[in-house]
């Protein structure tokens, strides 16, 4: 079963709110625990206890694990696993992109099958060339995954690089190479990362996120400032899945098991559209 499809299903039984692992050093803190791979294990373990059962899907942030070299990359391993055998769908959120033939490298550490840190899907970065990513896209698709390709960032400096081209901007461009690889059957499996508090810009650069046939995942929910308006704003012509992501706003209700459970519906509630009316239709 493809990506597409199997998260299509759990974000049809779950809803569609993606919840981010960050562990920051803060938030480490804020729970009282230590900043090593011990804490971060601790916290990652807290976090997929509380929405196992719940929620469709967790992105662990790879840097934060990262920082801790091999032993927070077990970490890492570790989560991955547990939430595999949880039933919790995985975006390991590592933003990869090279050149062809070291993406390769990349493909086969995060992508495929027997690897310690295979995930259901990765984020890949595209600016080397949306071309330089398809040891990935092969990858992905060989082994029935998914990648999310950045193309609207929810970072203000992501518009020097990503608004470029004015009517035939970089995103626009990879927009539709997202496309492409996506065919018009079942919901495809290679995703755009497109920020919930960028509906500016995708009106401004005229992006057509109705074509695209495969998820978004839409950071930039709670503690970037996006909600509920914001997502309507900005994906009111998208087609496929969308998966709003918010990570620092239900990270730092833990470390309690139930309010970070409150959190998360609190958020589900926050980023579920169906049955509001499309703006301008009231
Ligand atoms: O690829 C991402 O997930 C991502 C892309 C983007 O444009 N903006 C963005 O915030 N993210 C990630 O989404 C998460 C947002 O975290 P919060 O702002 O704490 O909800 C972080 O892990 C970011 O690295």
Request: with cysteine; aromatic share 4%.
């Amino acid at each position: 079963m493809t990506f597409g499809s199997r998260l299509a299903a759990a974000v049809g039984r779950f809803g569609s709110l993606c919840v981010g692992i960050d562990p920051h050093p803060s938030l480490l803190a804020a729970w009282g625990l230590p900043d090593t791979p011990a804490g971060l294990d601790t916290f990652s373990e807290t976090v997929l206890e509380a929405v196992a059962g719940s929620v469709a899907v967790v992105k662990p942030q790879v840097a934060l694990f990262e920082r801790h070299g091999s032993r927070g990359m077990a970490v890492l391993e570790r989560l991955l696993k547990h939430s595999t055998a949880a039933g919790v769908l995985t975006i390991a959120d590592a933003k990869r992109g090279d050149i062809g033939s070291t993406m390769a490298g990349y493909a086969d550490a995060w992508l495929r099958d027997g690897s310690a840190l295979a995930a259901d899907a990765l984020t890949l970065s595209p600016y080397l060339g949306f071309e330089s990513l398809r040891p990935a896209l092969t990858a992905a698709s060989e082994t029935g995954r998914g990648v999310f390709v950045l193309a609207l960032t929810s970072n203000p400096e992501g518009a020097s690089v990503q608004h470029v081209g004015g009517e035939d901007s970089v995103a626009r461009r990879i927009v539709q190479a997202a496309a492409a690889e996506n065919d018009g059957g079942t919901p495809g499996s290679v995703g755009l990362v497109i920020g919930a508090t960028a509906g500016a810009a995708v009106r401004r650069l005229g992006l057509d996120l109705g074509t695209l046939n495969g998820p978004i995942l839409a950071p930039g929910v709670g503690a970037q400032g996006a909600g509920r308006q914001e997502l309507l704003e900005t994906f009111a012509g998208a087609s496929g899945v969308i998966l709003p992501n918010s990570s620092r706003e239900i990270l730092s209700s833990g470390p309690d098991a139930a309010r970070l459970r409150q959190a998360v519906a609190t958020a589900q509630r926050a980023v579920d559209l169906s049955g509001v009316a499309e703006p301008g239709t009231d």
